[in-house]
């Protein structure tokens, strides 16, 4: 009897001891909206930067405000064509973006809250962009083709798709009362433009100096700040510990980036990628030099971007960052409330840049700027 007690002892032991199952306790909470759904469009940038923008707005004001994602878009696809025509269709023409087009976009054209805009016509309730890229190419590349005997202006042809998939440009509205022009409205969310900084960490371009980052979604050329890569972990957890939330471009590619089980890790063996969605696992030792292995053979790239509100620490002792990411709550592909927990390790080798208010980094980056 004596050793059929031990024996169940060691197997509970077995069931809650070696497997470790995850268990997470909230060190930094921000806060933020809603998790949405970007639906059936490549427009994470737009909903991830509008998040952060809120959290900002929060942060500075208290003020619960929720941005217009589709705004954005709609100001920014024109950019985007334009700049499609002017390099003579040799450039990417999609749906992609990244954090500072939003800034640009807000900077030019202000911003509304979503119950000014929402990008919904006719009783959609489902975001769906699947057509739109398309229609825009079509009179992109008819253009590029025939610029002197084009039947039209091509600039107003794009105006007309983007009115008919999205809606109206907004010029005013009504918000709690007052009456405000999209830059009327920025003024008085606080925002500026100019107080946010996008930084990465890449060995092909000296460190603590900017440059414009060479990936496909990049089409307006935005410049970031280099760091390295310890320095780039150090800026991100520094600035959620002052009260700062941040913007997040990474690769979510990996079969260790799981919505469904809410977590995204690197096991140090890939025999553990499986049972790493679940429990804890030793995690690869990310370098400098690896990093860069893998953005160079595309193992790597702009895939998603996202908004981190706070960290979270396992039973190990290990720290993850808590990722609020935009395909929804929880349903049969998303748990943890739409929310992703992201070790050190997957930050560390899968982002591609942070955006972060400039107050929040260091005095000396500060000044490098």
Same mark, same amino acid.
């Given at each position: 009897?004596?050793?059929?007690?031990?024996?169940?002892? &060691?197997?509970?032991?077995?069931?809650?001891?070696?497997?470790?199952?995850?268990?997470?306790?909230?060190?930094?909470?921000?806060?933020?909206?809603?998790? =949405?759904?970007?639906?059936?469009?490549?427009?994470?940038?737009?909903?991830?930067?509008?998040?952060?923008?809120?959290?900002? %707005?929060?942060?500075?004001?208290?003020?619960?405000?929720?941005?217009?994602? +589709?705004?954005?878009?709609?100001?920014?696809?024109?950019?985007?064509?334009?700049?499609?025509? +002017?390099?003579?269709?040799?450039?990417?023409?999609?749906?992609?973006? &990244?954090?500072?087009?939003?800034?640009?976009?807000?900077?030019?054209?202000?911003?509304?809250?979503?119950?000014?805009?929402?990008?919904?016509?006719?009783?959609?309730?489902?975001?769906?962009?699947?057509?739109?890229?398309?229609?825009?190419?079509?009179?992109?590349?008819?253009?590029?083709?025939?610029?002197?005997? *084009?039947?039209?202006?091509?600039?107003?042809?794009?105006?007309?798709?983007? /009115? !008919?998939?999205?809606?109206?440009?907004?010029?005013?509205?009504?918000?709690?009362?007052?009456? #405000?022009?999209?830059?009327?409205?920025?003024?008085?969310?606080?925002?500026?433009?100019?107080? *946010?900084?996008?930084?990465?960490?890449?060995?092909?371009?000296?460190?603590?100096?900017?440059?414009?980052?060479?990936?496909?979604?990049?089409?307006?050329?935005?410049?970031?700040?280099?760091?390295?890569? /310890?320095?780039?972990?150090?800026?991100?957890?520094? @600035?959620?510990?002052?009260? #700062?939330?941040?913007?997040?471009?990474?690769?979510?590619?990996?079969?260790?980036?799981?919505?469904?089980?809410? %977590?995204?890790?690197?096991?140090?063996?890939?025999?553990?990628?499986?049972?790493?969605?679940?429990?804890?696992?030793?995690?690869?030792?990310?370098?400098?030099?690896?990093?860069?292995?893998?953005?160079?053979?595309?193992?790597?790239?702009?895939?998603?971007?996202?908004?981190? %509100?706070? +960290?979270?620490?396992?039973? !190990?002792?290990?720290?993850?960052?808590?990722?609020?990411?935009?395909?929804?709550?929880?349903? /049969?592909?998303?748990?943890?409330?739409? #929310? =992703?927990?992201?070790?050190? @390790? #997957?930050?560390?080798?899968?982002?591609?840049? =942070? +955006?972060?208010?400039?107050?929040?980094?260091?005095?000396? %980056?500060?000044?490098?700027?």
């Amino acid at each position: 009897m004596k050793k059929y007690s031990i024996f169940l002892l &060691l197997l509970a032991f077995t069931a809650t001891g070696f497997t470790q199952a995850y268990k997470f306790e909230t060190k930094i909470d921000l806060g933020a909206l809603d998790v =949405i759904n970007q639906g059936d469009t490549g427009t994470c940038w737009s909903f991830s930067t509008s998040s952060f923008l809120e959290s900002e %707005i929060l942060r500075s004001t208290g003020k619960h405000i929720d941005l217009s994602e +589709m705004y954005n878009v709609r100001q920014t696809y024109p950019v985007k064509s334009w700049n499609y025509v +002017m390099r003579q269709g040799k450039a990417q023409f999609s749906e992609g973006g &990244l954090a500072h087009d939003v800034i640009n976009s807000m900077d030019a054209h202000g911003l509304v809250p979503n119950e000014a805009y929402t990008g919904l016509l006719k009783r959609e309730t489902k975001h769906d962009h699947s057509e739109i890229v398309g229609e825009l190419k079509l009179i992109l590349d008819d253009y590029i083709k025939n610029p002197k005997t *084009y039947n039209g202006d091509w600039k107003s042809d794009v105006s007309k798709v983007l /009115d !008919k998939s999205l809606g109206e440009n907004v010029k005013t509205f009504t918000y709690e009362g007052v009456s #405000y022009t999209p830059q009327s409205f920025l003024a008085m969310t606080g925002l500026k433009a100019n107080n *946010y900084v996008s930084i990465t960490s890449f060995t092909h371009h000296p460190y603590d100096s900017s440059f414009i980052l060479d990936i496909p979604d990049n089409f307006s050329n935005g410049s970031f700040y280099n760091v390295e890569l /310890d320095d780039l972990v150090d800026i991100t957890n520094d @600035a959620l510990k002052k009260g #700062y939330t941040i913007e997040l471009d990474c690769d979510v590619s990996e079969k260790t980036f799981s919505s469904k089980y809410g %977590i995204a890790v690197i096991p140090k063996d890939e025999k553990d990628n499986e049972s790493a969605l679940e429990k804890v696992e030793k995690e690869l030792k990310v370098t400098a030099d690896y990093r860069q292995q893998e953005f160079e053979n595309f193992d790597t790239t702009d895939d998603h971007l996202m908004h981190i %509100i706070g +960290m979270v620490e396992d039973q !190990k002792g290990n720290s993850y960052y808590k990722v609020k990411n935009s395909w929804g709550g929880n349903s /049969d592909r998303v748990s943890n409330d739409g #929310y =992703i927990y992201m070790s050190e @390790a #997957y930050f560390k080798l899968k982002t591609i840049s =942070i +955006m972060v208010h400039k107050d929040a980094l260091p005095r000396s %980056i500060q000044k490098n700027l």
